[in-house]
């Protein structure tokens, strides 16, 4: 073979692999893109679930301080004794 044919079939191979790389690159940073989507939408479905949790909490222990709170204004009350008007 020729140098010329030679250096001709090198470098279309060159571009050949240059080509096959970069289209390589684009299907690795899609999968990689769509990977990381998923994990993020995840990870933000946890941190939702988590606030809905910690705002049920504290209101279900809002509700039960003011639960005992009347309780024990009830318990004071009819602790005291009564007066009578006269």
Do not use: G, W
């Not at 096959?20 to 679930?49: H, M, S, T």
């Not at 949790?53 to 809002?62: H, P, V």
């Not at 509700?63 to 008007?85: G, L, T, V, W, Y």
């Amino acid at each position: 073979m020729s140098t010329d044919l030679i250096d001709y079939l090198y470098l279309e191979a060159k571009e050949k692999a240059f080509e096959i790389e970069i289209e390589a690159r684009k299907e690795f940073e899609a999968r990689r893109n769509a990977l990381v989507k998923q994990k993020k939408d995840v990870i933000k479905e946890i941190c939702e679930n988590e606030d809905k949790n910690k705002q049920t909490e504290f209101r279900q222990s809002a509700k039960k301080e003011e639960i005992a709170h009347h309780q024990s204004e009830a318990n004071q009350s009819a602790s005291r004794p009564k007066q009578s008007s006269h």
